[in-house]
C-alpha cells in the first residue's frame, strides 16, 4: 500500500532538494574560482600591481583579478 504524500511534504522534499542542487553548484563553482586564481600572476608595472594570465593554448590577457577569474571560467580554462 503507498502513502499519499501531504501537500506540506512533497513542498519540503522539493525544498531540500533545491537547497541540495544549489549547494552542489556552489561548490563547484567555488572549485572552479580556486582553480582559476591560481593561474593568475601578478607584475609590478610603475609602483602598481599588474595581474595578468596565459592559459595554455589561450592569450595573455591583462585585468583585474576578478577580470581575470570570469575569463579563465568564461572560456573553460579553469
Known sequence: MTVRKTFEAIIDTRTVTRANRDYTTFLRFAK?????????????????TVY???????????????????YLIRNQYA
Do not use: C, M
Request: glycine residues 16%; negative net charge.
Open 52 to 70: 595578468y594570465v596565459w592559459p595554455a593554448g589561450g592569450r595573455y590577457r591583462e585585468g583585474t583579478r576578478s577580470e581575470l577569474v570570469s
Open 32 to 48: 572552479r574560482e580556486g582553480e582559476a586564481e591560481e593561474q593568475i600572476g601578478a607584475l609590478i608595472r610603475d609602483g602598481k
